[in-house]
């Protein structure tokens, strides 16, 4: 079915951005050159190798793709079909990740017609928007909710790699025990490593606030920026940067092994197609 095949495709190109950010990271953490970026400088990244254009609308299509699948996962709920407030959360995850991959997507696609060369971090855009979200009543607890929630779904992620419970939505059924358990320990770290950006990324929201100052909420790039910076901070930063590996290879194990509940999809849009009518 197509949903199948839409939510691979998404897998795969969410994959090659976390990729190209980790190899990136790893190579200003042995000093080869390279930068700390997130998935924006990605994108430009992608664009500027050989044939890049074409890279990046392959890319562009993938992120698309993977923004429908959240937002048909957090409409449809194919997986779960519970009420309970815990899916209730879940589902809203999923819609502001399908929403923020979509743009993502579309800059990638403005980055093709060169309708944005824009050079800058996701640092300064985190800032302004940090900027925006203060400015509103109560803005500096808004700020402070927003870091809670962060360093909340960090600190999941944790628990989501310890228990290992993505392994009960792949089908590695056809592979064998060795190559089985590779997979579990890659992906087990590249979840726990995502999880511990999360963290990070939430303090310094939570610092943001306390001094009630926009230029203190960072994001992806912002977190590579700082352990850089820190004592030991070229081993710091290949150990996130292997992290972000590792995150992107479980995507692409995502891509190829998961189990995705296409009937239940199908059931659904056919039961919204009866309740229109």
Known sequence: MWVEKLARVGYAAKGVVYGTIGILAIQVAISAGGKTTDSSGALRTIASQPFGQFL????AIGLFCYSLWRLIEAIFDPESRKTDSKNIVKRIGYLFSGLIYGALGVQAVLLVTQASVSSQGSSNSTSDWTAKLMAQPFG????ALVGAIIIGVGFYRLYYAYKVKFRQRLNLRTVDVNTEKWIIGISRFGIAARGVIFLIIGGFFLQASRQYDPSEAK????????LAQQPYGKALL????LGLIAYSIYLLVQARYRQIPVANVSDRLQQELVNHR
């Open 56 to 59: 990046l609308i392959l890319v």
């Open 140 to 143: 500096r607890w808004l700020v």
């Open 219 to 226: 994001g992806l790039d912002g977190v590579l920026q700082t």
């Open 238 to 241: 290949g150990i996130v940067a």
